[in-house]
């Protein structure tokens, strides 16, 4: 009795519940409520009522669930909708200072937009090709060298083709809508994209003699000679590379006028674009051109004894590293006449003679003085020189020479270690900000002449102080060894004036067949 009497109790508090239940269930039904602070998302509906589900589930395994339950959605992140960009192979020696062909500006995707997980991808993404050789075959009967070997020269292939692609969309997206619309004058757009229109049909006829190389079994035997036949016609990156000092400058300049940042800005946020800015893809061929060397030496590498390339590939890659390094030399004295025609003289003595003679730039960038004052410093092949930065009428950057410029077989360099001393209060201020360290400091002076100077500098990290006192010994270096082989000279006996006609033929030799060949 006293088992059933407590078996009914529990019965009817449970149908106490169930009425006081549904009574609530009722009143809520009759007055309708919606907090806008407790809405949940659709997100959060799918969660809960995945747990009710697997709850019910628990409870009564035998009973069938009628709840109806929503599809799960499928995940759109940005992984295999974007290819992110490679970077180039060759990096700057210097990347916290501007050099000679260093434009620095590598082929990097800005961080992808937030994206909802529930929002579709973008029609007509561009998406590079990222197979390997291997998986355009079914069979081989290759070594692991030989497939290494046509790895290679198939990423040469495929590298050719996405700079075609590349290089026309420049064109057609780019160029050819900013003409039509008068964004920019035809003069404007001819110095900012150069002579990039014509290394289209150069490197298409590359990519045609490469993909007649390939064999009924996609495999390609002798490439050296084709490497041979067309290096040369990579010569036509000097003009086009020589131009870049200034085209980069102008397109800074354009990037002020509301037209052009909003028409480029467009351009980036498009699909097409990779979220790659204008000058991204202007600098590609020169991120090509440097990397010709690194895939010749690979293929060098994998290239066995016997094969008929062995004789020819190192005669190549001479060649191609002959080529990079004129593109080098005359880019690094397009650079240096840029950014003479940029310097501003406060005092017509300040005007050195080392400043025109210079035809390169070791270095240049900026450095902060123990005024905690910000400089522009270039250090030229004979001459240093200290620069504020200032605007023209136009708005372009104008370089105000500061103080005196260095010869730089006068210049003297000392190291400041990082320490506590290194200058009074004012010095240690300027340079730590009100810390107790001074750190990545140096020190140039002149000798020799009746107005010492002396310029306590600061370099923004380590690594940058050490690039500058690396360059700036070479320079001190090369300028004496310059000086002293000068002397000797003016020391010498004058040269006997017969013997001109003999040094004009040897310094000149395709001159002057090409003078006898006419007569």
Same mark, same amino acid.
């Given at each position: ?29 009759q ?27 628990k ?19 940005l ?79 495929? $590298?050719? @083709?996405? /700079? ?6 420049? !064109?057609? =997206?780019?160029?050819?809508?900013? *003409?039509?619309? #008068? ?62 000092? $200034?085209? @980069?400058? /102008? ?6 006028? !509301?037209? =052009?940042?909003?028409?480029?800005? *467009?351009?980036? #946020? ?11 893809f ?26 008929p ?33 940029g ?7 300040q ?28 250090l ?13 009428r ?14 730089n ?8 270690p ?102």
């Amino acid at each position: 009795m006293e088992i059933e009497d407590s078996l009914t109790s529990r019965s009817g508090s449970r149908d106490r519940q169930c009425n006081l239940s549904d009574h609530t269930c009722k009143k809520r039904k009759q007055e309708p409520f919606v907090n806008p602070a407790l809405c949940i998302t659709e997100d959060e509906e799918d969660e809960e009522d995945d747990h009710e589900k697997t709850t019910e589930h628990k409870k009564d395994p035998e009973e069938p669930s009628t709840k109806r339950v929503r599809p799960v959605a499928k995940s759109n992140s940005l992984t295999g909708v974007i290819t992110p960009t490679k970077t180039p192979a060759l990096k700057r020696f210097g990347q916290s200072i501007t050099r000679s062909i260093s434009f620095r500006t590598e082929a990097r995707p800005l961080p992808p937009a937030n994206m909802r997980s529930r929002q579709k991808p973008p029609l007509f993404t561009r998406k590079h090709n990222s197979q390997c050789w291997s998986d355009t075959v079914e069979s081989h009967d290759l070594t692991a060298k030989e497939i290494k070997r046509q790895e290679v020269i198939y990423e040469l292939t495929q $590298g050719e @083709k996405q /700079l075609i692609e590349d290089l026309i969309l420049v !064109k057609k =997206v780019y160029y050819e809508p900013m *003409l039509k619309l #008068e964004i920019m004058t035809e003069s404007e757009l001819g110095h900012i994209f150069g002579t990039l229109d014509s290394l289209i049909p150069l490197h298409e006829d590359f990519l045609t003699r490469l993909e007649k190389l390939r064999g009924s079994e996609k495999t390609v035997g002798e490439v050296a000679p084709t490497l041979m036949n067309w290096f040369p016609c990579l010569e036509a990156y000097i003009t086009y590379c020589c131009n870049q000092v $200034g085209a @980069k400058a /102008l397109l800074d300049l354009k990037k002020q006028d !509301k037209a =052009v940042e909003r028409f480029l800005l *467009l351009c980036q #946020e498009s699909p097409f674009s990779r979220k790659l800015d204008l000058w991204n893809f202007l600098d590609l061929p020169r991120s090509r051109l440097v990397k010709y060397p690194l895939l010749l030496k690979e293929i060098q590498k994998c290239t066995p004894p016997e094969h008929p390339d062995e004789d020819i590939l190192p005669d190549a890659l001479e060649l191609i590293l002959s080529i990079v390094e004129e593109v080098n030399k005359k880019t690094g004295e397009a650079e240096c006449q840029f950014y003479r025609r940029g310097l501003a003289y406060m005092e017509e003595s300040q005007r050195i003679p080392e400043i025109q003679l210079s035809r390169f730039l070791y270095c240049q960038g900026e450095l902060k003085n123990s005024k905690g004052q910000r400089l522009h410093v270039f250090l030229f092949e004979l001459a240093l020189v200290l620069t504020r930065l200032g605007e023209d009428r136009e708005g372009g950057h104008l370089y105000q020479v500061y103080r005196q410029p260095f010869p730089n077989a006068l210049l003297n360099l000392e190291d400041i270690p990082d320490s506590e001393a290194g200058g009074g209060g004012t010095f240690r201020t300027a340079f730590t900000g009100g810390n107790d360290k001074v750190r990545n400091c140096f020190r140039v002076s002149s000798r020799g002449r009746a107005k010492a100077q002396s310029h306590s500098l600061q370099a923004n990290d380590s690594f940058n102080k050490q690039q500058w006192i690396t360059f700036l010994r070479q320079a001190i270096v090369q300028s004496r060894d310059r000086g002293s082989l000068t002397s000797q000279n003016l020391q010498s006996p004058p040269p006997d004036p017969t013997l001109n006609n003999l040094a004009e033929l040897s310094l000149n030799p395709a001159t002057e067949m090409t003078h006898h060949a006419t007569h």
